[in-house]
């Protein structure tokens, strides 16, 4: 084995023995399935407890508009007084009182719900919208249209648009928007976090190993350059391979998760359409409501993550996670060598962190819009491109982006290295100076 190669493999088995590389590949599955499957059990377990709720309607209107649910009951008070009510509803077992005013019609302001506790979202859009259909109707029936209740139940329709992408090759696949801009933002989210965190422990590393002057008996064997790989190339092993951990966990906790949870994802399409007509098979199909509506979503979400390119993404995070990552390690590792305390490396961290933090903004800008000029741009240039471009793949870029993206990042990657080595290989060596750019500036010239 070459001398680079005992270094790897001397920096790998360190840090993928430490109890915080063990603890992090053991608590990042978790949270990463955690965002992934708890949302819809929230969703699922939402709204679960019965609710009464105490209806005052000031111009008795509104009696029986809104519809009860599995765990929405409604009582109509009539000659109630409001006061009386707002201050005995909980020892009437009332979640709250619903006040309806009679100027509701032309102040939107005029329906109050009264109550202990802050009611959900889909609590207060369910009687939103059947207050709001209800005086839609009202005002409808006032032009004396002929046989008015039917028209407006033949109009009333939900719609639900699917999004089919068709590939470079002319062949449609059925995407899913909410998917690719999840997949993108975590992905780039993923790499920026990467960078960071890598790239600090090689430059704290080197820093140490500087300090300690165990890096005089190292030079002593291998030359500066060969240390600088080995560090930068050991380290990025380790990321890979706590990364490859968090996949392969990942999908196992989620695949059992919706497994033991929602065991309808695992239906096929015959069975699920068998489903959906016994639910909603009776005399009266019910409209679904707020709650169905996001748990459908959520659903729709979970099981689209099946469709996703996996080989493709995992293949794309791989090289941008290298190619960032290299070509910031070589930095990092620089100004470790520059300086002989932490607390020096301030000065020279502004340049990495502005164009990370950068990206980071893009990426944003990005998964909203991939096809702007500013994704593209960012997506391209070296500094920003590892993070930028995650964020649009999920969204199909053309090949030759995606080659430019590459290539430049890879030339960029060559170039600093070699910046970074001459820097290196007379800092690693240099004790008690405080450093400025135009020292490291002379480094690089006379190296």
Do not use: C
């Amino acid at each position: 084995m070459g001398k680079i190669g005992l270094i790897i493999r001397r920096e790998y088995i360190t840090r993928v023995r430490k109890r915080s590389f063990i603890i992090m590949s053991i608590l990042g599955p978790i949270l990463f399935a955690s965002l992934m499957v708890v949302p819809a059990l929230i969703a699922m377990s939402e709204d679960q407890e019965v609710k009464r709720i105490a209806v005052v309607d000031s111009s008795h209107l509104f009696m029986d508009v809104i519809p009860e649910t599995e765990y929405l009951k409604f009582d109509y008070l009539q000659n109630a007084r409001l006061n009386d009510i707002k201050s005995t509803y909980s020892a009437g077992g009332y979640y709250g009182v619903l006040y309806i005013s009679h100027i509701v019609a032309f102040e939107p302001n005029s329906v109050v719900f009264y109550s202990d506790k802050q009611p959900s979202l889909s609590t207060k859009m369910h009687i939103s919208k059947a207050i709001e259909e209800y005086i839609r109707d009202q005002k409808l029936k006032t032009y004396e249209i002929e046989d008015l209740d039917n028209i407006l139940k033949s109009v009333r329709t939900r719609i639900n648009i699917r999004t089919i992408k068709i590939t470079q090759t002319g062949v449609e696949k059925e995407s899913h928007t909410g998917v690719a801009m999840a997949v993108g933002y975590i992905g780039g989210f993923l790499i920026y976090m990467f960078i960071f965190f890598f790239g600090a422990q090689l430059m704290r590393g080197v820093i140490e190993e500087k300090v300690n002057r165990i890096v005089e008996v190292i030079v002593s064997s291998v030359k500066p350059f060969q240390l600088m790989m080995g560090k930068i190339i050991g380290i990025a092993m380790v990321g890979l391979t706590q990364f490859g951990i968090w996949v392969v966990t990942t999908f196992l906790l989620v695949t059992m998760a919706t497994t033991l949870l929602f065991p309808e994802m695992n239906m096929s399409p015959t069975e699920q359409v068998i489903s959906q007509d016994i639910m909603s098979s009776g005399p009266v199909r019910a409209e679904p409501d707020a709650t169905s509506e996001e748990m459908d979503e959520i659903m729709g979400f979970l099981s689209s993550l099946k469709d996703i390119n996996f080989a493709l993404t995992l293949g794309s995070f791989v090289f941008y996670f290298l190619g960032g990552y290299l070509l910031y390690g070589a930095m990092f590792a620089a100004i470790g060598a520059a300086v002989d305390n932490e607390t020096d490396t301030q000065q020279f961290m502004l340049p990495l962190t502005i164009p990370l933090i950068l990206a980071l903004l893009v990426l944003i800008n990005s998964i909203n819009n991939p096809d702007s000029s500013i994704s593209f741009w960012f997506s391209v240039i070296p500094f920003t491109a590892p993070i930028v471009m995650m964020g649009r793949l999920p969204f199909g870029v053309p090949d030759w982006e995606v080659g430019l993206s590459m290539a430049l990042l890879v030339i960029t990657f060559i170039g600093m290295t070699w910046l970074a080595a001459k820097i290196y290989r007379t800092g690693i060596l240099m004790y008690g100076k405080k450093t400025s750019y135009r020292e490291i500036a002379k480094w690089i010239r006379h190296s």
